[in-house]
């Protein structure tokens, strides 16, 4: 499968804990992005990286997000001390100049916060 | 910044029947406008986009229309059929300034045998 995979598809943990997610991208893909999404919405921004620079943080993002893309392949996704509103649908997605912009998403990471 | 407003939030319609789902858009920088189809469970598939220099463009059964002046594009099915139920998300993006895609809060569109 050549498409994004994303890493675990579900997590469950308690409030407080930390947890972190794991995105690849399509392999020749040099923009990736991390959404949120939650029941009956649409994605929400949070964060982009083109190669390994993060590049655009939503303002939106509590600093207990952060996001690493170390070689500008893989990228991670860690919360912190996390809350019950953090549960949601995290999803990655990529795309190059080449690909004119067009997202390819992951399914994504399913996280329930206890 | 910019602000995606999406309607209807449900649509019904028989085998065979059209559909159109409506989106408003607040940026008039907006220059990238795609349409993404979300089945339950499933990832967000792109399925149509227009840039801004264009007003249509078709592909098979879906057609995307966009009137700038007014900053509204709508998503237009034809011929509906059951595999066509999923979750529609319209979305915007502004050129030169934000990377991020500004989604609506999507359609679920229900096709009846």
């Known amino acids: 499968d050549t498409g994004v995979s994303q890493d675990p598809r579900h997590k469950i943990t308690k409030r407080g804990q930390n947890v972190t997610f794991r995105c690849d991208p399509i392999?020749?893909?040099?923009?990736l992005y991390w959404y949120r999404q939650t029941l009956g919405q649409g994605p929400e921004f949070l964060t982009y990286?083109?190669?390994?620079?993060?590049?655009?943080k939503s303002r939106l993002l509590s600093d207990r997000f952060s996001a690493e893309r170390p070689k500008g392949s893989f990228s991670t996704l860690e919360i912190q001390r996390t809350e019950q509103g953090d549960s949601a649908m995290y999803l990655c997605?990529?795309?190059?100049?080449?690909?004119?912009?067009?997202?390819?998403f992951g399914s994504g990471t399913q996280l329930s916060v206890l | 910044g910019e602000n995606v407003e999406q309607h209807p939030s449900t649509l019904s319609v028989q085998e065979g029947d059209s559909a159109v789902i409506k989106c408003t858009y607040s940026d008039s920088a907006s220059n990238y406008f795609p349409w993404y189809k979300q089945e339950l469970g499933k990832r967000p598939q792109l399925i149509i986009d227009i840039r801004s220099n264009v007003g249509e463009k078709k592909d098979q059964r879906i057609a995307v229309t966009l009137n700038k002046t007014a900053k509204h594009f709508s998503l237009h099915i034809t011929e509906t059929q059951p595999e066509d139920s999923a979750v529609y998300f319209c979305?915007?993006?502004?050129?030169?300034?934000?990377?991020?895609?500004?989604f609506g809060k999507g359609t679920k569109l229900t096709v009846n045998p």
């Open positions: 997605a990529s795309t190059s100049m080449v690909t004119n912009e067009k997202l390819f």
């Open positions: 990286f083109q190669n390994e620079a993060q590049l655009e």
């Open positions: 979305a915007a993006k502004t050129q030169g300034g934000s990377e991020k895609l500004v």
């Open positions: 392999s020749e893909h040099n923009r």
